[in-house]
């Protein structure tokens, strides 16, 4: 099964409580994906010369604070670290190239959840509520998010095998579905060059825009190539810096349902999860067609 | 099919829980038949008012979750919002109706009775009908009426992709656009006979001011019923 969730938040009072108004979203998901569940939250940006590191670590008394003290001395320059219980968010203005191999030499059993101006990355196994608690989500600000509760299907249920994804600064999708081509879909995209980091069909899916935005697709084209390579059902939520974005297969086999207010865009696979929002009686409320990319900007 | 209310119930899904709810819905008919029973807060739940068997009226004030009104018997529901996947699922008789849209599979083999959507209908509506009457105001998604065998099916907007396909002997009218036919589906010319099931249709589901000239009727070419050896290489 699996549940997906989005929130665009357009009326500024509102954003300081996102995560508030996001909580009851991710919770109404429970049933649909009870194992483990993860948030790809967009905040206020770094300074323009720097870029946030999400990190996870599968320990849960990581010493996050001699990571900081291991970055800055061995590079030689000043580093933000930040951590929550087992994730971290690290900001730098060194390249992510440098620090994709810095981690790799010095800190290898470490995940590089995601790389941005503006998104952090956390997800874990558990309940909705349970992961939320764990991280706070219900503090979070921001402008929009993009959510995920998983029911797993096809691989197993570990912290990185939750959604969200990323493929590229401040991108990041969740799937609500299963491919059935993702094995031939991952072993073309290897002789590509595009690396996995795991055997998750939606990363498959996810590596995939990724290839094809590198080959110089817009979202919309590279989704449209989607539609012709990607076989399986899926209903696709995607977040970028300034835009929500949203797919379902020609079939319609998974669902999702969308409340547009003058206030916010909230997005769920079900109205159960977008029935507390404030003044949702006067939203918008409908189903997005097959096949059909839905956007909405900040 | 009119109740005669003997009197009215009001439950709130934020207070009450749902199968309190279904359960008492469930009671001994002899005790609901009359009774008009009001949902407050629906909020999207699941299996709302489903497998009624008694008199009842029931009203669901906002948007149902999937197979609401689910194998209705008798009963009259109203959902005054949306509802979710498999709305009116294999109803045998008694009256949905859904204000707002319907997501996929409305009435999917559903036996008799009227269903009736003011909104747009998903993917699947109508799948396998088998004696119900199902009227959409609105536009019906791709795969409708697949494997319909008996009942009429109203769209007086558009249908999708693969109308009507493999279609056994359901009725179809559209009134707007048919984005493509399923296999086996071909146009029909409206009979006195079908026309007057169509207005009678029209006028139960709060269409009367709709010309029932104004539809293409569909069903089936009957090429699929048995083996044909041309089509050997086929299988």
């Known amino acids: ?118 998104m952090d990355i956390y997800k874990d196994v558990g309940t909705p509520a349970q992961v939320a608690d764990r991280y706070d989500f219900k503090n979070f600000k921001g402008t929009h998010l993009v959510g995920h509760t998983r029911m797993a299907t096809e691989s197993a249920v570990t912290p990185a095998h939750a959604h969200p994804f990323t493929a590229g600064e401040d991108w990041c999708l969740v799937h609500n579905g299963s491919l059935s081509n993702a094995n031939s879909l991952r072993r073309k995209l290897q002789k590509e060059g595009i690396e996995f980091e795991t055997d998750n069909d939606t990363e498959a899916a996810c590596r995939f825009l990724q290839w094809r935005m590198r080959e110089g697709d817009d979202l919309e084209t590279a989704l449209n190539h989607g539609f012709e390579e990607l076989d399986g059902f899926y209903t696709l939520l995607m977040g970028t810096s300034n835009q929500l974005a949203l797919v379902r297969d020609p079939f319609g086999c998974k669902p999702a349902i969308i409340a547009e207010h003058d206030d916010y865009v909230a997005i769920a696979s079900e109205f159960r999860s977008l029935a507390h929002l404030p003044d949702i009686k006067n939203a918008k409320v409908f189903e997005p067609s097959p096949k059909e990319m839905y956007v909405w900007k900040l | 099919m009119e109740t005669l209310i003997v009197e009215t119930l009001k439950y709130d899904l934020d207070v009450t829980p749902l199968r309190e709810v279904n359960q008492f819905l469930h009671g001994d008919a002899s005790g609901l038949n009359g009774k008009a029973i009001v949902i407050d807060n629906p909020n999207g739940a699941h299996n709302i008012a489903v497998g009624l068997k008694a008199e009842l009226d029931v009203t669901i004030k906002g948007h149902a979750g999937y197979y609401a009104a689910g194998m209705n018997q008798i009963a009259k529901v109203t959902i005054e919002g949306s509802a979710g996947s498999g709305v009116a699922e294999n109803m045998m008789s008694g009256h949905v109706h859904v204000k707002g849209f319907a997501s996929n599979a409305a009435g999917a083999t559903a036996n008799g009775g009227l269903l009736v959507i003011d909104g747009d209908a998903g993917l699947r509506c109508a799948i396998a009908l088998k004696g119900a009457d199902v009227v959409v105001g609105g536009s019906v998604g791709s795969f409708s009426a697949f494997m319909a065998q008996a009942g009429n099916f109203v769209i007086l907007g558009d249908a999708g992709e693969g109308l009507g396909d493999s279609i056994y002997e359901a009725k179809i009218f559209v009134r707007g656009k048919v984005k493509s036919l399923g296999a086996d589906c071909e146009e029909k010319t409206t009979s006195a006979e079908d026309r007057k099931i169509l207005a009678n249709l029209l006028v139960r589901s709060g269409h009367a001011d709709v010309n029932p000239d104004s539809f293409q009727q569909y069903g089936s070419a009957r090429t699929l019923y048995h083996f044909h050896v041309d089509n050997a290489g086929a299988y």
């Open chain 1, 1 to 118: 099964m699996c549940g997906i969730v989005g929130l665009l938040v357009k009326n500024q009072k509102m954003r300081d409580s996102i995560g508030e108004l996001m909580l009851p979203m991710l919770i109404g998901m429970t049933e649909r994906g009870p194992d483990s569940a993860g948030l790809a939250m967009f905040g206020a940006p770094v300074a323009a010369d720097s870029r946030k590191f999400s990190l996870y670590s599968g320990v849960a008394d990581f010493n996050w604070t001699k990571l900081g003290h291991d970055f800055e001395k061995h590079l030689s320059i000043k580093a933000k670290i930040e951590p929550k219980a087992n994730h971290a968010v690290l900001t730098t203005t060194l390249s992510p190239a440098t620090v994709k191999i810095w981690l790799k030499e010095h800190y290898p059993a470490l995940h590089l959840l995601s790389v941005g101006q503006l």
